[in-house]
């Protein structure tokens, strides 16, 4: 049997590795996993921006996924690709942690024009952690909390993996001390993640839900998504190109879609018509689908340009929210 043609099938096999169970490899596939006995596909790091913390006071902690060169891994809605990491911490009592922010993703092709949504160089998550707010004097020795990934990555195939390590911190005296290495780690992606569309300084965002008429449960849809720049906006006129991220729905197929121009009628508070608009057709949604799940990141480009447009980040839009009665 070659594997290669059974992705399902693989990967079932390579969960099983990973969670120890021991099974008969397949003679397809001894070339492949004997290549990993001395290396995985995949490593992580970890940086936090303080090295003392404050009872109750929250932090920034980046956790790195770095797959070897020429793999990749995975954005948290990959499309037709695989499974994003999973970040586990075991935290001491009454500490919290945010979910994680994920770094603006790049559109990849993968074997059997797969579109995915990824990442094929290492990417930072960051997580805001809160300790308790409980003061309590063990807490000035060091402690060390454990951080567990379970990753997938992919070149030819794809292999999860599992990764340790701990961040290690100490309770201050009076103050926080900085952690100045992973500050300016985290410091360096900053820019990379998007922002909510209501902190996008200087634009206007409309959105529409158009369903299928006469399709009752909602089976199909449109989702139309429209932003300009406020006409209080003093930002260079910065030549762009957008790309359009969707995600947020479990069940359900949704279209990529090309970012287009959109002129718009002007107005006293908006007189810049010009703006762009994302058209995205959804079907086969399920049971219990409503336009609030859906979500879209929103990525501004320099044209042939690499990397963020300076002072212009990208901004995650929330579907349209269902009015409550007065």
Not at 144 to 166: A, H, L, N
């Amino acid at each position: 049997m070659n594997l290669k043609s059974h992705p399902a099938l693989l990967k079932r096999l390579l969960l099983l590795a990973v969670a120890g169970l021991v099974f008969p490899v397949l003679p397809a596939q001894d070339s492949v996993l004997d290549q990993f006995e001395a290396e995985d596909p995949c490593s992580i790091g970890i940086f936090s921006s303080v090295k003392q913390f404050q009872p109750g006071v929250p932090f920034q902690v980046g956790v790195l996924i770095q797959p070897l060169p020429g793999w990749h891994g995975y954005w948290h809605s990959s499309r037709d690709g695989g499974d994003a990491p999973d970040v586990i911490w075991s935290l001491p009592a009454g500490w919290k942690v945010s979910e994680a922010d994920f770094p603006v993703p790049k559109r990849m092709v993968e074997e059997g024009d797969l579109i995915s949504i990824g990442y094929n160089k290492p990417f930072l998550l960051r997580f805001n952690l809160t300790p308790s707010s409980r003061s309590n004097d063990d807490d000035l020795s060091k402690i060390s909390i454990p951080v567990k990934v379970i990753w997938q990555v992919c070149e030819k195939v794809c292999i999860y993996g599992k990764s340790e390590t701990e961040l290690s911190i100490s309770r201050g005296d009076e103050s926080i001390t900085m952690d100045t290495g992973g500050s300016s780690m985290l410091a360096g992606w900053r820019d990379r993640y998007p922002v909510a569309a209501a902190k996008a300084r200087g634009f206007h965002f409309e959105q529409q839900w158009i369903p299928e008429p006469g399709s009752t449960p909602i089976r199909k849809g449109t989702w139309v998504v429209r932003w300009s720049r406020r006409g209080d906006d003093r930002r260079p006129a910065v030549p762009l190109q957008w790309i359009a991220f969707p995600h947020g729905i479990e069940e359900g197929l949704i279209s990529e879609a090309r970012v287009e121009r959109w002129n718009r009628q002007s107005s006293v508070e908006n007189p810049r018509p010009v703006g762009w608009q994302v058209r995205f057709e959804l079907q086969e949604l399920g049971l219990g689908f409503h336009p609030g799940l859906l979500g879209v990141t929103l990525v501004p480009s320099p044209g042939k340009a690499a990397g963020p447009v300076p002072g212009m980040p990208a901004v995650t839009l929330e579907g349209p929210q269902e009015k409550k009665p007065k």
